[in-house]
Structure formats: structure tokens, C-alpha cells
């Protein structure tokens, strides 16, 4: 890791913004992006390092709503742990992270958000916890532990929030537990986004909780009730209301590409690609834990050990942009901005994230010709 200073970055393929900008170039000064053109006249702005790009893509970094893990690691080990995490993701182009939590004991969980606060506080990569359980249904758990699962009570509520200091940015609730529609207010008018998801909600109640305050859906289509013609489901429910996001993973396992482009096609904008990675991201099959189950990978998917339950995903998102150009027919564009814009905008951080601008975080991918990463910078340092 490099230290920030001021690199010009010329001869590039911008894509930002939904555009793409030829022959450009940046400047980032420090930890944001100072200037912006096109041409030849980069030069005279060369005070610190200058770098030809070469024709290739710079695209922002990437940001993921929903990450428990990668590099061999996982965020619920503490400090040591969560650097190999996001050292791990930051070489496949994530510059910034929702660092997310597997149901567990409430204490266990309120030890686990004081850390996920410590590693904000020194480190500009990390964005947050994000709390994916406990208030998850348990017909619906997916890879969690059904023994540590609760309902939203507002002493539990009050618990969590303390814990987090302030760090908490996300939580997914099930709308189908006792007090969930109060724990979504509560926790929306405290500026955490809520999520919809592991839930067995209908049509009727996800919009409700919609109605309440949650501005995104866990993991579309996984552990909650699909699209039935007359069922709809949430799916429909966060497509058919605006303002309101969806996660998808896009690793081959979780959703066919026909759907990703379905829940493109339906909500334009509005997609957000995410890991959901788990320890393996990054690192070889074999056997893991995720949170307190055990998991095997084999082939690159992991599953709860002995069944054929999905517990997370070992994608990374820079194979995550490729898979939606080459698979599901994004333009690149489109998909650069399922993996930054669109994430910014969940959080609220739309003004100094998921753009290269003026302003904006000195966060930049370099990409060759097949997408793969050559360079990242996070908060202006250059991690590889």
C-alpha cells in the first residue's frame, strides 16, 4: 500500500456516471479526485506521479453492501481478520465495504459491531456493519443460526445500536417477526438503511415495510418468496417502489443471468451487485465457518456442511462486472453502476462516492481488456 500524494492518471476509458469518456484523465490529490479532463492537457498537472493508462478502463471503485468475508478470513475474527478482508476484495477492485455479521447472540454480536467501529475509525475502506440478523425468519434463515435468531424488540433494538457506535449503516430485518415494523422505523429514522430480506413476507406486508422505511432488499430472490403470478412476493414489492433498491448476486449459484436481467430491465438504477462473500473469496476450497456453522467449499460455492444450503458466496466483484457484461449483456456502463453508484446511493453517499469527479473519493479501479483488475486506489493510497 502506497501512500496518497498527487497522480495524474492520462490516455484513459472512463466510465462514470453512466458514460463512458475517451481519451481522459484524472487527478487525485490526496485521498480525493481534483480534476478531470480530456485531451492533452494533463501535463500540467504533473507535479506528482503520472501514469498512461493506455486506453484502459478506469472505472470507481467498487463498493460492496454485503461482505462477511474473503482472503481466508472473515469480519466476525476481529482487527487482524478484517484487514485480510478488505485486503483481499481491495485486490479485485473494492475500495469500500459494508462489512456484514451472520446471526449470533446478541453479546456476542454487540462485541463483534465495537470491532467493525474500531477498523472504521482507522481505515477509510471500511464503510460500516452491516447486521444481517438476527431478525431474520427462521423458516427463511438460509446459512444462520436458527438458535440465534430473534425478534426486533426495542430493548434488543437498543442493545445493538448502542454496541455499534454509531458505525451501524445497514440491517436486514424480516418484516414477518414481532416488532419488525417498529424496528424498521426505529432504525430508518436513525439513518441505518433496512433491508427486506430472509423473510416469508407477501406482497401486502413488504410493502408495508417498505412503507416504514426500508430502501433495499437482501439478496433479491434468495431465502425470501420468488415472483408467483399471483403471488408476487417481495421482489416485485421493491421493484414496484420507488427509491427502493436490490442486492444480487451475481456468482453463478444464487441467480440465473436471465433474472439479473430481469431485475435490471424492472428497475433501472436500482440494482446493486454484491458479494455476499464469505471466507473463501479469494482463497481456496475447503472447509470453513461462517459466523458459528461450518461450511465446505467445493469448486468455488460454498454450502452449509453436509447439505446443499447456499452460506454465502465466495465472488468477488471485479468477476462480478465481468459475469454481468459476458453473461447477462450489460453495457459496461450499466453494470459499473451497479457496483458504484448504486451502492453509494443505498447508503446516502451519492456526493462523495461511486463517481470519478471532482470531489469525489480518490477511489479508482484500472481495468484491462477482459475487465481483469491492473491497478486499484482507495482513498488515494494504491493497493496494488
Known sequence: MNATGSTVLHSARLVSGGEVTEDAWLLLDGEVVSA?????????????????????????????????????????DGAAAIERVLDAHTAHGT????????????????????????????????????????????????????????????????????????????????????????????????????????????????????????????????????????APGPVLAAVNTP??????????????PAVVRMLFTLAPGRVALVTDAMAAAGAADGDYALGDLEVTVSGGVATLTGTETIAGSTLTQDAALRRAVDEVGLD????????????????????????????????VVMLGPGLEVDAVWAAGRRFR
Open 332 to 363: 459496461l456502463p450499466t453494470a459499473v453502476t451497479a457496483l458504484t453508484e448504486a451502492p453509494a446511493t443505498v447508503l446516502g453517499l451519492e456526493d462523495r462516492l461511486g463517481r470519478l469527479a471532482p470531489g469525489y473519493a480518490a477511489d
Open 243 to 256: 427509491g427502493v433498491f436490490l442486492e444480487a448476486i451475481l456468482d453463478g449459484s444464487h441467480l440465473n
Open 36 to 76: 478531470r479532463g480530456t485531451g492533452d492537457d494533463w501535463p500540467r498537472h504533473t507535479a506528482g506521479e503520472v501514469i498512461d493508462v493506455g486506453g484502459r478502463v478506469l472505472a470507481p471503485g467498487f463498493i460492496d453492501l454485503h461482505c462477511h468475508g474473503g482472503g481466508g478470513a472473515a469480519v466476525d
Open 95 to 230: 475500495t469500500r465495504s459494508a462489512l456484514s455479521l451472520v446471526s449470533a447472540p446478541v453479546d456476542v454480536l454487540s462485541s463483534r459491531l465495537a470491532a467493525i467501529a474500531e477498523a472504521k475509525a482507522r481505515d477509510p475502506r471500511v464503510l460500516g456493519a452491516h447486521l444481517e440478523g438476527p431478525f431474520l425468519h427462521p423458516d427463511f434463515r438460509g446459512a444462520h443460526d436458527p438458535e440465534a435468531l430473534c425478534d426486533p424488540d426495542p430493548e434488543t433494538v437498543r442493545r445493538l445500536r448502542d454496541a455499534a457506535a454509531g458505525a451501524l449503516v445497514q440491517i436486514t430485518i424480516a418484516p414477518d417477526r414481532r416488532h419488525a415494523l417498529e424496528a424498521i422505523e426505529t432504525f430508518a429514522r436513525a439513518g441505518v438503511v433496512v433491508a427486506v430480506g430472509h423473510t416469508g413476507a407477501d406482497r401486502d406486508l413488504a410493502d408495508a415495510a417498505f412503507d416504514r422505511g426500508a430502501t433495499l432488499l437482501t439478496h433479491a430472490f434468495n431465502a425470501m418468496r420468488g415472483i408467483h403470478h399471483r
